[in-house]
């Protein structure tokens, strides 16, 4: 695609340059984002140590990839959509507690399944994910009510990879994302059983997120040629199904199509978790693109939708009609968004506090983190964090005002395959550190690997003998280990 500045796209610099501030006044974690209108780039910016070509987890997004999968193998004869979705798995028929009242593929892709509680099949642990769906008793009749059901949109990925012999993701590749200039290197986790991930699992750049939604918002067309009937992306991009039971609105409750969520103002969406997020607007020929990871904040994609509203979505021009250039402004924007890092704490970068327990070793009490001791050291303007639990002796680096980057000490978490123990695997992290008040230090870690979480650990000291401390995690299936409170004491 090529690159243009804002004013040749129909809006200003300084209106661009407010949307990035008001996300980092959120202090947001953003990783990157695209602005786009038509064929060209009028914004792109990455938060350091973020860069173009890394390949991002993409989370449930991923379901979006599934569906134009399915619309793909509808074409090819593969399927109808109006199947029962048991037509492509005669090995669970007749099984004991199975559903009733089998689903459609049609309605799969709406998420009107018979599933209502959803299903946690990490606790699950089996060996091949496909018998965790169909161990379910139903609770609702398929194509009556949506409920959001992620290992459903897993199934209709091995769906999609009975019926083609292949991995989804290749199959997209080959049908259209070679062409459009989507990267060959993108690829898709696997889950237990050796299906892809399907509805968590790709990994691409954000151009690659950027290039897709051109694709769908084209209706199926790119750079003039079809590839993909414009019936079934008008479907999977009109919003069939309510969302809403309660009729609150803002970032959600605009109705579900086929994997892909209705958003305001005629807007439609692809959205992961995080906050990886698609945003196409057909009224303004706008695509807006940002890899996130703001787990554990409540507001997060209302925060993001705020910004991306009230200063880029409010001032585009009905047609792209270029305004005047400013050089000034644009000027701004570039050296503003050259700067971008990624999120760090930043309170306080010292306390009086800090030599009082520089160097002390706290006891800890029983723990539901299995913490036996730790201690802090300071040094300038950065600090580790040691410790030892039941994988033994750890030790977590931070800076104050600055991130850190390092392994996160737990090993054994999933790699390639989701759920699944990798004896020696370790995840890269962001560690910073400030004091929000004199005696309580915070130290926030983000894992920014192939899988994205949020780990905050507060030690809020009563006297430099004894403190509490609280560990909070957010992330899908890991970090475990490091979520409660306990209580210790300097030996």
Known sequence: MRICTPEEAGISSAHVRRFYEKLEKYHLSTHSVILSRGDAIFSECYYAPFHQDFLHRMY??????VSIAVGFCEQDGLLSLDDPLMKFFPEYEGREGFYAHSSTIREMLMMETASERGLNWFKMHAENRIDTYFEQEPTKLPGTLFRYDSSGSYI????????T?????????????????FSKNAYCLQA????????SGVMCTARDLLLFARFVLNGGTFGGKRYL??????????????DNDYGFVFHSGHGYGYQIWGAPRGCFGMFGMGNQIAVCDPAHD?????NSDNQGNPHNY???FDALYDHIINHLSEEPTALPANAAELEALNAYLATRKLFYLGGATASPFAEKINGKTFTASENPMGIKWFRLTFDGDGGKFYYENAQGQKCMPFGFGYNTFAQFPEEGYADMVGNTYTPGHTYRAAFSADWPEEQKLRIRVQIIDKYFGNLAIVLGFRDDKNVSVRMSKSAEDFLAEYQG?????AT
């Open 165 to 181: 012999g292949k991995p989804f993701l290749s199959y997209l590749q080959e049908k259209v994302l070679d062409d459009i200039g």
């Open 302 to 304: 209302e925060l993001i």
């Open 60 to 65: 449930s997004v991923s379901k979006s990839f």
């Open 485 to 489: 409170t306990m209580i210790a004491t």
């Open 229 to 242: 009937s414009e019936t079934y992306l008008k479907d999977a991009t009109t919003m069939h199904v309510c």
């Open 192 to 199: 237990p059983g050796g299906n892809s991930w399907g509805d």
């Open 286 to 290: 706008f695509i807006f693109v940002i």
């Open 156 to 163: 209709l990925g091995v769906v999609v990879e009975r019926l």
